[in-house]
């Protein structure tokens, strides 16, 4: 299992029925929206840290369960502080006046009057502010995506051939890339480069922040009531040069290191009239600007954002044809066929889209043993940008046959409670404030949790590999983890992708739009799929599925004793993984 | 793990496969056979079939080590304890297993299950030797 850290928040008009949210992801996400000043940001990424206590009452004539994380709290018999917690640490980066305001803003972020003077409250009110917690809590909105806070920065439709899913990847990853300079920019403006959190299970405690003024970092020091995971630790790193990765230092500590856009992008896919279409979104930061006493949405910092997002896709566009020699002959038209839309009197090679452009593949790559794909291949000599640039990668990598994949938000196979939570609160009022009998809320801006879960365990099966220098600095290429490479918790969340998020164990199918498997004796082949059901990954001799893996589960509980390297190197000498 | 109907079938599965493992001679089979046993081992699983239980851990066996196969095994515990070796009959034991299968009544569904999972359950039997 893989501890990741603690729910967010419950849906109250569904019986308590948990929403699939992160806290910590949460925070940022509300702070990136009010970052338009200091004491703003730090109060939207602070406003919760009273949750991961857990607290809850139930409150007989509102009929249901309060999630208590304001002042007057108990903690340990005595009544939290927040003048204590924040005051103190933040005193070196907010003035006296600051701290105090930032601390009203956190008082009264419940209050619903508050929503035209409190940023926190606005971006979080559904109905006079941007209803942040709506997105989180439905997949189905009332409202634009825009008046939301999000941009949409690329909107694929039509995709239909193994290129141009590959492009669509390609340019996912590099928007991805800068994106998070710019995010990590306003932060470092605003006096974060890096947040640092930890979630320490064991005996509640009133959680500790610590500012390091001199390097910008924030660290929070979340102290979860738990007995089942008592002396567990799960540190989260947030910052501007991290790539999501999972270490396990030593046992029951993990560290998830993570870009700021690995929370504040995610990539939604819904059916439409032209198949499948991909939408990325981002949050654009320091929307909502508090002025001290109003809050308003600053539609000039939306404006620029969104100039900046635009610029930065033409740049990946640019570097992705610079890469493969096509300096600029796509630069004007590449998003238009990302978008779906085509044109010219001529049919692509290969995807029988429309082209204008004639172009010779080389027969040489075409027609020799290196080209294991003829049946892609119809008559004519002209091709569309999209399946250029794949023909060309493939072309370029073939011969080093990485793996390359985009992941994709999981789907939820099932859903349990703790059972420390369960008897603390069954014990002492029948009935516990979380109830998952139907499953979980999945919501919009939960999709980014639920990509990154996907991510945990393709990584857990993956590694980066080097790749060659004249390739943009973004790209990621994958081989499959050897020996050396892995850690018992890779082998065990492998084996039964069991996600806690503290108090909930979340089963996940995991997803990803695979472009190629890559292998030793692998060409790289461009051969797109969405993995879909129950295949998880390919192997020559057996694919992995969750019904094979489900059999494996035995062995997790006595893998401290077990080989697990051994283990892993018989799954993938069995299934033909590295073939 | 495996849902709770398919517990029983699981366990009847691990059984079935350590009854393989034991009656196959893979000592006298050649150094390349023995080397990638468990291998071989998934592969025949999946390949063969039997109208009954009996059958198909037959035509396993069959396609391994052709006529030849083990009817008694060393135990292991017990023969350092005792220093001398106390062999178990594998005959006694398949006719136990047998039986077994038959009262439950779900062969078919235990040979399905055995062919369509055969690489985890052998991944976790060679995991049992600590040979994994």
């Known amino acids: ?579 | 793990m495996a849902s709770e109907s398919n517990q029983d079938l699981d366990s009847l599965a691990m059984e079935f496969l350590r009854l393989v493992n034991d009656i196959v001679p893979w000592s006298k089979l050649s150094s390349e056979i023995i080397q990638d046993k468990w291998k071989i081992l998934a592969k025949r699983v999946m390949a063969s079939s039997g109208d009954d239980i009996q059958e198909f851990l037959h035509n396993i066996v069959k396609s391994i080590a052709g006529d030849s196969f083990y009817t008694t095994r060393g135990e292991k515990g017990k023969e350092e304890e005792k220093g001398k070796e106390e062999r178990r009959r594998l005959g006694k034991d398949l006719e136990d297993y047998l039986k077994k299968v038959k009262s439950i009544g779900r062969e078919k569904e235990l040979i399905d299950y055995i062919k369509s999972r055969a690489i985890p359950l052998v991944i976790r039997l060679s995991a049992e030797g600590g040979e994994s």
């Open chain 1, 1 to 579: 299992m893989l501890s990741y850290g603690v729910i967010a928040r419950t849906q109250k008009s569904f019986d308590g029925l948990p929403t699939l949210a992160e806290i910590t992801h949460h925070q940022l996400i509300v702070a990136t929206l009010i970052a338009s000043d200091k004491k703003s940001f730090f109060a939207g990424l602070l406003h919760d840290a009273l949750k991961p206590l857990l607290k809850f009452e139930l409150e007989k004539e509102r009929r249901g369960w309060r999630w208590l994380h304001l002042d007057g709290l108990e903690v340990g018999g005595t009544k939290v502080n927040l003048e204590e917690i924040v005051g103190q640490s933040l005193s070196t980066t907010l003035s006296g006046n600051e701290v105090e305001s930032l601390i009203q803003l956190i008082r009264q972020h419940h209050n619903r009057d508050a929503v035209k003077c409190n940023p926190i409250t606005y971006a979080e009110n559904e109905k006079s502010g941007l209803g942040i917690t709506l997105i989180e809590a439905t997949l189905f909105l009332k409202k634009d995506l825009k008046d939301m806070g999000l941009y949409t920065c690329i909107e694929a439709k039509g995709l239909t051939h193994p290129y141009h899913f590959f492009v669509l990847a390609l340019i996912h990853q590099g928007v991805k890339y800068y994106l998070n300079k710019v995010y990590d920019e306003v932060f470092s403006l605003l006096g974060l480069t890096r947040l640092i959190v930890e979630y320490n299970f064991g005996n509640e405690k009133v959680p500790e922040i610590q500012y390091d003024d001199e390097n910008s970092v924030l660290m929070l020091r979340y102290y979860v009531p738990s007995t089942s995971y008592k002396g567990m630790k799960v540190v989260h790193e947030y910052g501007g040069n991290v790539f999501f990765n999972i270490e396990e230092t030593e046992t029951k500590y993990v560290k998830i290191h993570h870009a700021w856009s690995d929370v504040l992008t995610f990539l939604i896919s819904s059916p439409s009239t032209d198949g499948l279409t991909y939408k990325m979104l981002c949050i654009i930061p320091g929307i909502i600007v508090y002025n001290g006493k109003d809050v308003s949405t600053n539609n000039e910092t939306e404006k620029k954002f969104e100039n900046t997002v635009q610029n930065i896709v033409k740049h990946v566009i640019a570097e992705i044809q610079e890469s493969i020699e096509l300096d600029g002959s796509y630069n004007e038209v590449l998003l238009d066929y990302v978008e779906g839309n085509e044109q010219g009197d001529l049919k692509c090679t290969f995807c029988w889209k429309k082209t204008d452009r004639k172009i010779r593949l080389s027969q040489k790559s075409l027609l020799s043993e290196k080209f294991t794909d003829y049946h892609r291949i119809r008559t004519g000599e002209s091709v569309c940008p999209l399946c250029h640039i794949g023909f060309k990668y493939e072309e370029l990598l073939r011969m080093q046959g990485p793996a390359f994949y985009l992941s994709l938000p999981c789907e939820i196979s099932s859903v349990e409670v703790v059972d420390d939570f369960k008897q603390k609160y069954h014990s002492a009022y029948g009935a516990y404030p979380l109830n998952p009998e139907e499953g979980v809320v999945l919501s919009v801006l939960g999709l980014s949790t639920m990509q990154l879960m996907s991510e945990a365990w393709y990584s857990s099966l993956l590694k980066e590999v080097n790749k060659r220098s004249s390739l943009p600095k973004w790209i990621r290429l994958y081989a499959l983890r050897a020996q050396k490479d892995l850690r018992g918790l890779y082998v065990k969340f492998l084996i039964d992708r069991r996600v806690l998020i503290y108090p909930l164990i979340i089963k996940i199918r995991p997803k990803a739009l695979i472009s190629s498997y890559g292998g030793r004796n692998k060409k790289f082949v461009l051969n797109t799929e969405i993995l879909e059901g129950n295949t998880l990954w390919r192997g020559s001799e057996l694919d992995i599925t969750e019904e094979q893996l489900d059999v494996l589960e035995p062995l997790i509980n006595t893998l401290k004793s077990l080989p697990y390297k051994k283990i892993y190197g018989k799954m993938v000498n069995l299934y033909g993984l590295r073939e």
